[in-house]
């Protein structure tokens, strides 16, 4: 069974930093690209940032700079280290992996097969 297990959300105050990870489980997803993916209430699903299976790296417009994702391809990990952390970054956010290893830039949410569940983060302002 294919799982993808994020954590490390939580309540921070506007400027502060926090970590999320990205748990893969269920089958390899060293080739695959991964992403996260947010949701704000009454809002769509929005494309954060993008890791190919070598590294390569794309982000949002509103996080570069702010967010760094990265990977551990022999752990099956992803994460999305985020800093100064505005109150319009709370959302849900949410890992995904695209088969699609090497292709780097691509925001489209229906490029990716496995979702997670979500972990909320909420910033403070």
């Known amino acids: 069974q294919v799982q993808l297990v994020e954590s490390g959300g939580g309540l921070v105050q506007a400027g502060g930093s926090l970590r999320l990870s990205c748990a893969a489980s269920?089958?390899?997803?060293?080739?695959?690209?991964m992403g996260w993916f947010r949701q704000a209430p009454g809002k769509e699903r929005e494309f954060v940032a993008r890791i190919s299976w070598s590294g390569g790296t794309y982000y949002a417009d509103s996080v570069k700079g702010r967010f760094t994702i990265s990977r551990d391809r022999a752990k099956n990990m992803v994460y999305l280290q985020m800093n100064s952390l505005k109150f319009e970054d709370t959302a849900v956010y949410y890992c995904?992996?695209?088969?699609?290893?090497?292709?780097?830039?691509?925001?489209?949410?229906?490029?990716?097969?496995?979702w997670g569940q979500g972990t909320q983060v909420t910033v403070s302002s």
């Open positions: 995904a992996a695209d088969p699609r290893g090497t292709v780097i830039r691509d925001t489209r949410r229906t490029s990716y097969e496995y």
């Open positions: 269920g089958r390899t997803f060293s080739s695959y690209a």
